[in-house]
């Protein structure tokens, strides 16, 4: 990355089905079950707002924004990334009944959106969500707003492996960082910091899906392995089975 100082950099935060969480699907298997279901941010995205915070603890960065697109409760993680050091915070509401149909598409027109009005010179978002595994909204923000790309970050500094000119979109691996836990005096002056609400009619993104949901199933249970006693043994067993010859 070029480098350049005092960086306004926007950081992605998406609220997710917590990782630890068994995940369940639906009986009628229009989706996964949410209600009742603990919640925090995405994984990767805690990353991204790790290192926007360490950027500014280097004064690479000037201000740190985090956005997040989706239903109220999305304050919440908002909030978490605000008392990590995040400097204010923007939320993008989708009503509850159109949250499932969110696609990321829709997500990358409204953070381009957003970038038109905040002007960020980097955008750092995690890589993918562990909800769909898209791995997709970097790589459609930098294409909708023509900025270049930096994909599954491992380490960002002002020259590293791969140059690439501000304003950027930047995606973060898991080897870019370990995310600090927030403190209670940090989670109470959080609630003071300003969090600006906005819809996607605001920002003029129409929201109709591009995509349609068939049906959600479970994996298929795995059977069970058998042990071996020797290298002979097993080929052996995958010779009964036809998988060599």
Same mark, same amino acid.
């Given at each position: 990355?070029?480098?350049?100082?005092?960086?306004?950099?926007?950081?992605?935060?998406?609220?997710?089905?917590?990782?630890?969480?068994?995940?369940?699907?639906?009986?009628?298997?229009?989706?996964?079950?949410?209600?009742?279901?603990?919640?925090?941010?995405?994984?990767?995205?805690?990353?991204?707002?790790?290192?926007?915070?360490?950027?500014?603890?280097?004064?690479?960065?000037?201000?740190?924004?985090?956005?997040?697109?989706?239903?109220?409760?999305?304050?919440?993680?908002?909030?978490?990334?605000?008392?990590?050091?995040?400097?204010?915070?923007?939320?993008?509401?989708? $009503?509850?009944?159109?949250?499932?149909?969110?696609?990321?598409?829709? %997500?990358? +027109?409204?953070? /381009? !959106? #957003?970038?038109?009005? &905040?002007?960020?010179?980097?955008?750092?978002?995690?890589?993918?969500?562990?909800?769909?595994?898209?791995?997709?909204?970097?790589?459609?923000?930098?294409?909708?707003?023509?900025?270049?790309?930096?994909?599954?970050?491992?380490?960002?500094?002002?020259?590293?492996?791969?140059?690439?000119?501000?304003?950027?979109?930047?995606?973060?691996?898991?080897?870019?960082?370990?995310?600090?836990?927030?403190?209670?005096?940090?989670?109470?002056?959080?609630?003071?910091?300003?969090?600006?609400?906005?819809?996607?009619?605001?920002?003029?993104?129409?929201?109709? $899906?591009?995509?349609?949901?068939?049906?959600?199933?479970?994996?298929? %249970?795995? +059977?069970?392995? /058998? !042990? #071996?006693?020797?290298? &002979?043994?097993?080929?052996?067993?995958?010779?009964?089975?036809?998988?060599?010859?």
């Amino acid at each position: 990355m070029a480098a350049s100082k005092g960086l306004k950099i926007l950081v992605g935060c998406k609220r997710v089905i917590d990782y630890a969480v068994k995940v369940r699907v639906k009986p009628d298997r229009s989706g996964v079950v949410t209600e009742g279901v603990k919640h925090s941010m995405n994984p990767f995205d805690e990353i991204a707002v790790e290192e926007a915070v360490r950027m500014k603890e280097k004064k690479l960065a000037g201000e740190a924004v985090a956005i997040s697109v989706g239903p109220p409760q999305s304050q919440e993680t908002l909030r978490t990334a605000l008392a990590m050091g995040i400097d204010r915070a923007i939320h993008v509401e989708i $009503p509850l009944a159109q949250l499932e149909k969110l696609q990321p598409i829709h %997500v990358s +027109k409204l953070l /381009a !959106k #957003v970038c038109e009005s &905040e002007k960020p010179d980097l955008v750092i978002l995690g890589k993918q969500a562990i909800d769909d595994d898209c791995n997709q909204t970097g790589q459609m923000l930098a294409a909708l707003l023509d900025w270049p790309q930096a994909t599954f970050a491992s380490k960002i500094e002002p020259s590293q492996t791969i140059d690439v000119s501000v304003p950027a979109v930047v995606t973060s691996d898991l080897r870019l960082n370990e995310p600090r836990y927030a403190t209670l005096p940090n989670i109470m002056k959080a609630k003071k910091k300003p969090l600006a609400k906005m819809s996607p009619d605001q920002l003029g993104v129409d929201l109709q $899906p591009r995509q349609e949901v068939i049906s959600v199933e479970d994996p298929p %249970v795995r +059977k069970a392995g /058998a !042990k #071996v006693e020797s290298v &002979e043994d097993l080929v052996g067993k995958l010779r009964e089975k036809g998988l060599v010859k």
